[in-house]
């Protein structure tokens, strides 16, 4: 089955302890995207990337860092230096960044800094 | 720039009576619109979207929106509801043209969480 995974599902974390969440594609999708929720403020995105090496800054990078080595991956990596980092993290994939492509997401993964 | 807002947070109705989630959205160019739904603990799933054509756009599980180019809203409805439609809305835009700070990124709302009671 072709789709998007997220793992772990659930992460704990000691405050001042950065983590990385992992996220996986075999849409052979060209686009991927990092999204962060919080209860009534909808998904923000931190991260996209059109293409391998390659990646763009969203509306809420500050804290976060991401690569992209391979067309199916795009890890996130949650710093020391993201101030509220507990939240929901979501991955998403399209096939390209153009307006007409749906957006796929991944289950999620529930980050709780403690 | 862009923006999404959905007009109520939270939305209870009693099971097989009819809902309407209400969306309205600003942008300074022309947009692509989606609906998406969110179960607990889960990833979000595609209702419909409005790329072009009729503006009465029908989706998965018996919902339904109408684009309202004038009013720049495009609510969500569903005739009847089933206590399994309890889960939380996204509306969303995404610019339909190349290039400038919002090309390929998806706006949300803040979200409508629908509530169905037996």
């Known amino acids: 089955d072709g789709g998007i995974t997220q793992s772990p599902k659930y992460l704990f974390r000691k405050e001042g302890q950065n983590v990385t969440l992992s996220c996986e594609q075999n849409l052979n999708h060209d686009a991927m995207y990092w999204y962060r929720q919080d209860p009534g403020q909808g998904l923000r995105l931190i991260y996209y990337?059109?293409?391998?090496?390659?990646?763009q800054k969203g509306d809420i990078a500050e804290g976060y860092s991401v690569s992209r080595e391979k067309k199916e991956s795009f890890p996130l990596t949650v710093t020391s230096a993201q101030k509220n980092p507990t939240a929901f993290y979501l991955c998403a994939s399209s096939p390209g960044l153009a307006g007409n492509n749906e957006q796929f997401f991944g289950p999620g993964t529930r980050l709780t800094v403690l | 720039a862009q923006s999404v807002t959905q007009l109520d947070s939270q939305v209870p109705v009693f099971e097989e009576a009819p809902v309407e989630l209400r969306c309205n959205y600003s942008?300074?160019?022309?947009?692509?619109l989606f609906w998406y739904v969110q179960y607990p603990n889960q990833g979000l799933q595609l209702l419909l979207k409005?790329?072009?054509?009729?503006?009465l756009v029908k989706g998965i599980n018996g919902f339904e929106a109408e684009f309202n180019k004038s009013q720049t809203s495009f609510h969500l409805r569903k005739p009847s509801v089933h206590i399994s439609d309890t889960a939380e809305y996204f509306c969303a835009v995404k610019s339909t043209g190349g290039g400038g700070t919002s090309y390929g990124k998806l706006t949300f709302g803040q979200g409508t969480i629908l509530t169905v009671h037996p």
């Open positions: 990337s059109q293409i391998v090496n390659d990646f």
């Open positions: 409005y790329l072009s054509g009729s503006t």
């Open positions: 942008s300074s160019v022309s947009v692509y």
